[in-house]
């Protein structure tokens, strides 16, 4: 069982997840950003104060009792409604593009760890239904086992490196998340 | 209502046409801080390997053709502007998308796919923009298709050759959204935002058009994406950027 755990923490971030950030991290970047809007300094926002048209959809979509205001606590049931695990796949230039690896022939490992028969992005693509997940997930647990009896303790460490190493840095053309000053 | 789309029903009409580009950011002023820059996206495999002889902004008709595309004819405007809301003049935007039949303008996918491929779709088209900011686009609204369902309208912003950022134009409020792993992967939700374009039905057309805005907002300069990538690139203390851009507005 302990061989399986290492395989199963190994990649748990999956190659080349570069910029995923954590749930909290990310609703709190939310909050933070929208609430720059706080004009007045009231502690909720106002359809008025979103001076950037492009968040009105954003704070339309916030609003969830609909009373023309949008609260921190609003925010939050909506960054944490939104936010994604699913790793970036953007391996630079001539890496995978539109369609995601592993799709329509296209080259490329799917995200996900090594031996994760299907990885959650292509779960809920495929939208397995709740049987079928059970069905997977037990799969998966043999594919775990068996792999841990097949490689080395050294492999299943290099691998653990591997999946710990930091994400490769950004080179001219890849996405990056805008940084600096925003809001 | 209120619409700043102006149509023209010729395509040399359309192509005159000035869209007015609406009321963005007409608090543009009133605050010191910055805007949110356009997040970048995946270029994928699709940009054109031979880009095609007719690269102007209208994708629906190709040169003299008579014959129009197929699928849901979109006006697809906005603006490109720096974080402080001013607009960026000579600027080309590109876009490319696959075609109604979900076949791009590529060898790689139109070779396989040679039988279901609109011939009457530019695929591709280009935009530079002037004192405005502005640049329209007149073609389909984008489709799903295979491996991404959600539908999208790639786009580069260029200064000459010189790349300032690839990123994908989503259309808000689509279901293939939550489920496309470009949409969903590596972003926050705040900016997962910033790429979404509300489609809005055209009033009165006749035809069922559809008007898309969608701003770009760059860098300070837009060198900033390139000055970070720079930045961040392993042994980047040696790298200085031999000559720091400075764009025409601010020299």
Known sequence: MIPTMIVLAAMAQGPGGGATLTKSADVADLVERMMAFDKDADGTLSRAEIADARLLGQFDHADADGDGRVTRAELVAIGEAEHSDTPDFDRGPGGPGGPPPGFGGFPGPPPGRPGEILPAPLRRALRLTEEQKKRVDELQANVDAALAEILTDDQKKELKGMADRPAPPDGPGRRRPPDGPRR | ?251
């Not at chain 2, 539908?151 to 912003?157: A, E, G, L, R, S």
């Open chain 2, 1 to 251: 209502m209120g619409s700043s789309i102006i149509r023209a029903s010729g395509r040399r009409a359309f192509l005159g046409a000035v869209a007015t580009g609406g009321a963005f950011f007409a608090t543009r002023g009133l605050f010191a801080e910055e805007l949110a820059r356009t997040p970048s996206r995946t270029e994928g495999p699709f940009y054109p390997d031979k880009l095609p002889l007719d690269q102007d902004n209208d994708l629906i008709v190709l040169g003299d053709s008579l014959t129009p595309a197929v699928g849901e004819i979109t006006h697809l405007h906005g603006r490109i502007l720096d974080v402080s809301g001013a607009p960026l003049k000579g600027l080309t935007m590109e876009i490319w998308q696959c075609d109604a039949n979900q076949v791009y303008l590529h060898s790689a996918d139109a070779g396989r796919n040679a039988s279901k491929r609109d011939p009457n779709f530019q695929g591709f088209g280009r935009f530079t923009t002037g004192a405005s900011g502005e640049y329209r686009f007149r073609t389909i609204k984008p489709v799903p298709y295979p491996g991404r369902p959600a539908p999208h309208v790639h786009f580069k912003i260029k200064r000459g050759d010189r790349e300032l950022l690839t990123s994908q134009i989503n259309v808000a409020g689509h279901p293939g959204n939550k489920l496309d792993m470009v949409v969903q992967g590596g972003i926050s939700v705040f900016d997962r935002e910033l790429l979404m374009a509300e489609f809005k039905p055209v009033p009165d057309s006749r035809t069922g058009e559809w008007a898309a805005a969608f701003d770009v907002i760059l860098g300070r300069t837009p060198d900033d994406h390139v000055l970070h990538a720079l930045r961040d690139a392993p042994g980047a203390k040696r790298l200085r950027p031999r000559r720091p851009y400075q764009s025409k507005e601010q020299a």
